[in-house]
T-cell receptor, first 114, second 116 residues
Framework: AQKITQTQPGMFVQEKEAVTLDCTYD???????LFWYKQPSSGEMIFLIY??????QNATEGRYSLNFQKARKSANLVISASQLGDSAMYFC???????????FGKGITLSVRP | GAVVSQHPSWVICKSGTSVKIECRSL??????MFWYRQFPKQSLMLMAT?????????EQGVEKDKFLINHASLTLSTLTVTSAHPEDSSFYIC????????????FGPGTRLLVL
């Protein structure tokens, strides 16, 4: 069975600083993909970044980067230069192999302080 | 980029009525659509997976007779909450993907259901 774990309580970060949101995962399938989504109060799920299990380099998308440590089964999201608009819920998710279902972690609330 | 729409975005209904929620892929053919449910401050819980032209596959604990899912075309899936009760009040989100997608797929904007 696959599992995503997000255990941090609500996170706070000062505007313009960097913040790391933790995510660990568990799967026995060697082929998997890891995702991060942002969900603001409007409810829409905004795709941020994707990391495939066979990707050699850590994924980056603008201010977002994924610190992928395969041996530790962690896929932490790093947001650089935080902005007030980054305040939202953040979900880590995983899909494995041919099974196209996404399994979500419970999410982390990030609040950016001015 | 790919867009997925949902209609309605908000619905308020009386207990005992049925509510239909539509999920459309606007610029691609979605071979698979997923329906999620989310309670406030909680994660998304997958309810069912539907493939065009076949019966939906429901997750354990989801009543298929209560949550009817139809995926009649490659661009439209519908979720009908039958005989809705207050405990069915929730945020329902669909997502759609095509086999050609790198990564995974796209989410709709969600539908907030309030059953009085």
């Amino acid at each position: 069975a696959q599992k995503i774990t997000q255990t941090q309580p609500g996170m706070f970060v000062q505007e313009k600083e960097a913040v790391t949101l933790d995510c660990t995962y568990d799967t026995s399938d060697p082929s998997y993909g890891l995702f991060w989504y942002k969900q603001p109060s409007s409810g829409e799920m905004i795709f941020l970044i994707y990391q495939g299990s066979y990707d050699q380099q850590n994924a980056t998308e603008g201010r977002y980067s994924l610190n992928f440590q395969k041996a530790r089964k962690s896929a932490n999201l790093v947001i650089s230069a935080s902005q007030l608009g980054d305040s939202a819920m953040y979900f880590c998710a995983m899909k494995t192999g041919a099974n196209s279902k996404l399994t979500f972690g419970k999410g982390i609330t990030l609040s950016v302080r001015p | 980029g790919a867009v997925v729409s949902q209609h309605p975005s908000w619905v308020i209904c009386k207990s005992g009525t049925s509510v239909k929620i539509e999920c459309r892929s606007l610029d691609f053919q979605a071979t698979t659509m997923f329906w999620y449910r989310q309670f406030p401050k909680q994660s998304l819980m997958l309810m069912a997976t539907s493939n065009e032209g076949s019966k939906a596959t429901y997750e354990q604990g989801v009543e298929k007779d209560k949550f009817l899912i139809n995926h009649a075309s490659l661009t439209l899936s519908t979720l009908t909450v039958t005989s809705a009760h207050p405990e069915d009040s929730s945020f329902y989100i669909c997502s759609a993907r095509a086999v050609t997608f790198k990564g995974w797929g796209y989410f709709g904007p969600g539908t907030r259901l309030l059953v009085l």
